[in-house]
């Protein structure tokens, strides 16, 4: 009997086993197979791109109101379901000379109400959660609104941290973290 005992013993260890294995291999499974949802967008004809998740809303073509402002890179005001919302221009925010009046808006998953503008919706990708770069804290050169990237079938784009412009804005420092350019501005 005593041998048998010990065989169901090493039976159930190795049943224990397979059972806790099963569990491991499901969830490396599922870190292979997770996906971030991105707006793949454009700001002065540069390719960037924009966590799908930090965005509540995207719009076209909505009507602006001018406010006086200090700060340039605040474009106006849009009224969106129900609220007045303030927009920002990504193009200024990034360190970018102004032009023209990007068409498409973002509003941010943001505790109050605020948007960011841009030039062009490219499109929505859904990509792997591996193809998220983010860079080191030693690695310099990206800008604070711009951490990371996000590999995409066309090349890598800088991913847009919204909750660090939203800081920056509702701080009254736009543009600090920017990356700098050459040329006027």
Do not use: C, N
């Not at 292979?32 to 966590?51: H, S, T």
């Not at 909505?62 to 969106?80: D, F, H, Q, W």
């Not at 193009?91 to 498409?104: E, K, M, N, T, V």
């Not at 604070?144 to 941290?161: C, N, Q, Y």
Request: neutral net charge.
């Amino acid at each position: 009997m005593t041998t048998e005992l010990k065989g169901l013993a090493s039976k159930a260890a190795e049943l224990r086993a397979a059972f806790d294995e099963s569990f491991a291999a499901s969830e490396r499974e599922q870190g292979a197979l997770a996906q971030v949802d991105v707006l793949a967008i454009r700001v002065a004809d540069q390719r960037y791109a924009l966590r799908l998740s930090e965005v509540q809303a995207v719009h076209a073509d909505r009507t602006l109101v001018s406010v006086p402002a200090p700060a340039p890179e605040l474009l106006g005001l849009v009224g969106l379901r129900g609220l007045v919302v303030p927009i920002y221009d990504l193009r200024l925010l990034l360190g970018y000379p102004a032009g023209p009046a990007p068409r498409w808006l973002a509003l941010a998953q943001a505790t109050s109400a605020i948007g960011f503008a841009f030039d062009a919706l490219d499109a929505h990708l859904r990509v792997a959660a591996s193809d998220i770069v983010m860079p080191s804290l030693s690695e310099a050169g990206s800008s604070s609104f711009a951490p990371g990237s996000v590999v995409t079938a066309s090349g890598p784009r800088p991913l847009i941290h919204l909750p660090s412009l939203i800081e920056s804005v509702t701080r009254g420092k736009p543009g600090q973290g920017a990356p700098q350019r050459e040329g006027p501005r």
